[in-house]
């Protein structure tokens, strides 16, 4: 066996590798394997399992709605309201996150700009939809919460992968309305998000993409509730 | 002879008719057995406004108010390992809750031998919830202060329903007719179709269904509907007086109904097709969101 670092082997590596493929559900059958030879990456493995378990096990709870404001802001700030950007890449700079002090200051400077600036008439206001489509005023309420960040997406993702290892277990025709939800939400997330490329303020498929993301959210939680036999 | 003869006509007359019973107690024994194993019918008295669950997860739930503070329960199983657990909370006395929940016994049951159907007959101004998950739900004839039902793949039917109905089916068609008071009835991949509510307040929303909104909008009624993809039909008479909100992002906007269109503040470029206007006198709020799918709005 090769030793290449302290204690950890070309086998480790590849454990390193091949995990997230694993907790994905992927076929990774080395990852086990290797568990079962080396306690370093066993106790990796089994930390990550209950943590899956654990999560599993969690109240569901309906998110507050300064939750949408969240994402709102998280995404603004990341710029994926911004020309020439992919949503995707700007989602990936959330770097900004982790200097929330000066983004806040900043945005809060953008944010008395448009309000010096901008029209004072605005007919969503008269629209009871639930996600406010004014970027000025949901700015102000979520500036105050930026840097925590919803993290909607990376919640969507962590059910997700839940649900792909335990969708086996699913009776055939509940898995399929459940994919089928899945597919068009999905649809829904990828044509919104071409669109906010194309039109940054374009406010409808801000709060249909946001609104996705939720019913994702929901549809998955509601699948981890099932199982063969519950 | 006459005697010898008579006697065998009386034998092989009296062969068939025992036969015929015999079969008949055969064909008949079949369901009576199944019925007396597999059909419960209970009676509970109740509290004025109890709280009532049901949580299926295959067959046909079937729920009516009536004016008696009783509620009265058939359920029937198909499988001898699906059994119906009944808690009645308090144990003594007029109910304030009552859970029905099925259950199964063997845990590799699969399909249509899960299958558990309930009729019930509940006071008006029951708390409701219900959750069938592979079956289809219909509510008819009932007032509830707090209504919930919820599905994955069935079908939810709710009519002549007064006070708040909160209907959720991820993959299900929702039939809403003739409901008063608030309505929400949200789907997936499922249709939604709203026949002559009354309601002060309706949401709906489904995002590759269809929906169908057939009737009027009541002076002062806030109504919210959205889809994704699929296509929204408005059927309202010419006497609807509503204030209309109307968005595409990618799909059309067909009006026939006449509209004082209103002024609108310079909104950020977008492709979007939208329509603000005032039919009549603009008593009610409707407001028509769609991505990229057709919004029609048309006479009745």
């Known amino acids: 066996m090769n030793e290449i670092g302290q204690g950890r082997t070309a086998g480790c590596y590849r454990f390193e590798l091949e995990l997230q493929a694993y907790m994905e559900g992927e076929d990774a059958p080395f990852v086990p394997a290797h568990a079962r030879g080396c306690v370093f990456c066993r106790v990796i493995l089994e930390d990550l399992e209950a943590l899956r378990a654990a999560a599993l096990a969690l109240p569901l709870e309906e998110p507050s709605p300064s939750v949408w404001s969240y994402v709102h802001a998280q995404l603004q700030a990341a710029g994926a309201f911004a020309e020439k950007v992919s949503f995707w890449d700007g989602f990936r700079q959330l770097g900004l996150l982790r200097r929330p002090i000066p983004v806040a200051a900043f945005a809060c400077m953008v944010v008395l700009g448009c309000l010096l600036t901008a029209p004072q008439d605005y007919p969503e206001l008269d629209m009871t939809s639930q996600v406010s489509a004014l970027p000025a005023r949901s700015a102000v309420r979520s500036m105050a919460f930026l840097g925590e960040g919803a993290a909607l997406e990376q919640v969507v993702r962590e059910l997700e992968v839940t649900f792909r290892a335990r969708e086996s277990s699913l009776a055939p025709d509940l898995k399929a309305t459940y994919e089928n939800s899945l597919i068009s939400l999905d649809a829904s997330i990828r044509e919104c998000s071409d669109s906010l490329q194309r039109e940054p303020e374009n406010s409808l498929a801000h709060d249909y993409l946001l609104a996705a993301y939720s019913q994702k959210a929901e549809v998955l939680s509601s699948a981890l509730e099932f199982d063969e036999g519950r | ?300």
């Open chain 2, 1 to 300: 002879m006459a005697d010898r003869r008579e006697q065998k006509t009386k034998k092989r007359g009296a062969i068939p008719y025992g036969q015929g019973l015999v079969l008949c107690l055969l064909v008949l024994s079949g369901p009576l057995v199944a019925a007396d194993t597999n059909r419960t019918d209970k009676t509970f008295e109740t509290s004025p406004n109890p709280r009532i669950t049901v949580a299926n997860a295959r067959g046909q739930i079937l729920v009516r108010g009536w004016d008696k503070a009783q509620v009265h329960a058939v359920y029937g199983v198909i499988s001898p390992h699906v059994e119906v657990d009944t808690e009645v909370v308090p144990p003594n006395g007029p109910a304030d809750k009552i859970h029905f929940a099925t259950h199964l016994l063997d845990p590799l049951l699969t399909g249509r031998d899960q299958t558990a159907d309930y009729s019930l007959d509940v006071p008006m101004g029951t708390n409701l919830e219900i959750r069938n998950t592979q079956g289809n739900v219909r509510i008819e004839r009932f007032q509830g202060d707090d209504t919930t039902v919820e599905s994955v793949g069935g079908s939810i039917l709710v009519s002549d329903f007064t006070g708040h109905l909160f209907v959720r089916s991820v993959g299900g068609n929702i039939d809403i007719i003739r409901a008063s008071g608030r309505v929400e009835a949200y789907s997936i991949t499922g249709d939604l179709h709203f026949v002559s509510p009354t309601t002060s307040k309706l949401r709906g929303s489904t995002t590759s269904g269809r929906i169908l909104f057939e009737g009027d909008f009541p002076d002062g009624g806030d109504y919210s509907l959205s889809e994704y993809s699929g296509d929204m039909d408005i059927l309202c008479p010419p006497s609807a007086s509503f204030e209309l909100s109307a968005k595409t992002d990618r799909g059309k906007l067909q009006n026939e109904m006449p509209m004082t269109i209103r002024h609108q503040a310079a909104t950020p470029l977008s492709s979007a097709n939208s329509l603000f206007g005032t039919h009549l006198t603009g008593k009610a709020t409707v407001n028509l969101r769609s991505f990229s799918g057709t919004i029609r709005i048309r006479q009745r």
